[in-house]
Each structure stands twice: as structure tokens, then as C-alpha cells.
């Protein structure tokens, strides 16, 4: 049994933990961070901490082949976000991730065939706040949305295409991206540039040739300030949370990931007035999760 399988079997062991004890437990964990130097953090130890949460971790179905489905049964839109637990440097983690796609099976699609994408959101700054649930159908391959034709978005087959012709150099990954999802404001750093260009590439990832996404996660592993934590999504099923770590630390956007898949589960948006405290789920302005997406034959089909 490898340190993944071992990993997922404590978690579906764990009993579903009370708020309170989630509290608890979180505080414990960051005590016992704070008291370790950082640079002596061994590869894989994010797993550690994250089995040590016994929070409630998603099951995550399969259907058919084309199928996936992150809604487990309980789980519902505008349930979390609940806890946040920083755990530091993203770089192993996103190695791992890498790992584990690259020996995970490919997704496909073919012309004439639609992707469906279900999601959730809550935006605390609309006059209605309540979570609303989205089902949206974008053809696989949609001339208007290739060839530069709609600035830097792209159909999901050009997405494809995009990621098989990524190279094994991450900085020519880098490089790759910045040209395909290119700089849009003036204030961008390089940095920011390239982080926001592979996320954009990770969340779509519709249909992906598994040893270019993973080379999408390596490169993303080499850009400094990557940071992961461990929180409670808008379906209140746990996540990982990627984020660049910015120097106002006020604000931060979240690119979340399934525990289980590693691959796009959602996005949040941070906002706090202090950078004294810590962040917390009142920080929370956007929630979104996806719940399902899948390769369709027709538009308005649901799989």
C-alpha cells in the first residue's frame, strides 16, 4: 500500500468531526507548525497534517468514463466554507499532484460534442447573497473561440491541443502560458502573469491529455510564493486551496483542488482589513465549487 492509498483510508476511517473539534484540532496543528522550522518540512508531511484534521473529506464518483461528480451525498451549496488550515509551500504538494495525474487516465472529447459544467457559488456582495447553482453546456470545438478570435479565451479542444504540445522544461511551460492567457494588465508582474496563466489552464482542463496537465502542475511547483491550504469549500466538502502569496496579504484568490482527483474543484475570493489576524471563514467574499462536469453528446444534455 503506498503513502497515498494509506493516506485516503485513515481519512474515509476518520469520523465527520463536530466545528468545534475541527477548531480545536486546527489550533493544535498550527501550534505544532509554529514550533518547526520550515525549511526542515519533509516531502509529503502536507498529507500528514491534512489526515490529522479528521475533517470530512469528499468521495468522488466516477461515472461512465467522461464523469465527474464531487457531490457527496449531504454535501450542499452554501455549506462552507468552514475552516482554513495553512500549510505552507505548495512546491511538494504540487509535484505530488503532478505525479498522480501523470499516471491517471486521459479525458477526451471529439467535434460535435459538448462539455457540461454544474457549480455553485455564493458572492456576499450581491443584493441576493443565498448560493445559486449553475448547469452551463460550451461546445468542445468552437471556431469563434480559437485561433486568437476571442482574445486570450479558447475553446476547450484548443485548451487540448495546448496542453499536449507543452514541453518538459517547466520555464518554457511558463513561457507557454504567458503567451496563451496573455497579460491583460499593465500592473502584472511577471510572476503573477505566469501564476494566473497556468491556473486559468488547470480550471480548463475540460477534456486533457493527462502528461500535459501534470506538466502544468510541475511548472507551477517552480513559481515562487505558491502557497497551499487545507479549507472547507462553498459545498462544504474539504479542499486544497493554491494561492500566490502577495505582499499586501488583504486579499487573496484561491484556486481550489479535489483531495482525491487533484484536479479543479472551485475558487474563492479572500478579502481581510487587518494582516494581523488570521484568515478565517468570514474572510470568504466568492465561493464557487464545481459539482460535476462531463462530456456530453448534445447541448442540454446531463449526464
Known sequence: MDEMTAVRDLRA??????????????????????????TRRLRGDWRLVAAGTAAVITAVAVIGTQVADRGPEGAQPGAGPGYNLEL????????????????????????GQWIYVKSAETNVTDDEPDPQT???WMAYADPKMEGGRAGDDHSPREEYAFLKSLPDDPA????????FFYATDPSETRTQHEYRALVAVLSR????????LAKVYRALATIPGVQVAEVQDEAGRSAY????????????????????TWLYAGYRSLDRSSRNEEWGEGDVVISSARLAVAVVDRKGEKP
Not at 172 to 179: D, L, M, N, Y
Request: hydrophobic share 45%.
Open 88 to 111: 505552507g509551500s505548495a512546491k511538494d504538494f504540487l509535484n505530488d499532484a503532478a505525479d498522480a495525474i501523470a499516471a491517471g487516465p486521459a479525458v477526451t472529447a471529439r467535434d
Open 241 to 260: 486551496a493554491l494561492y500566490l502569496k502577495s505582499v499586501s496579504d488583504t486579499s487573496r484568490d484561491e484556486v481550489l483542488l479535489d483531495p482525491d
Open 172 to 179: 518554457k511551460v511558463r513561457a507557454k502560458a504567458r503567451a
Open 134 to 136: 449553475s448547469e452551463d
Open 13 to 38: 476511517q476518520a469520523p465527520a468531526a463536530e466545528r468545534a473539534d475541527l477548531v480545536a484540532g486546527r489550533e493544535l496543528l498550527l501550534r505544532e507548525a509554529a514550533g518547526r522550522a520550515r
Open 205 to 212: 482542463a475540460y477534456a486533457y491529455d493527462p502528461a500535459g
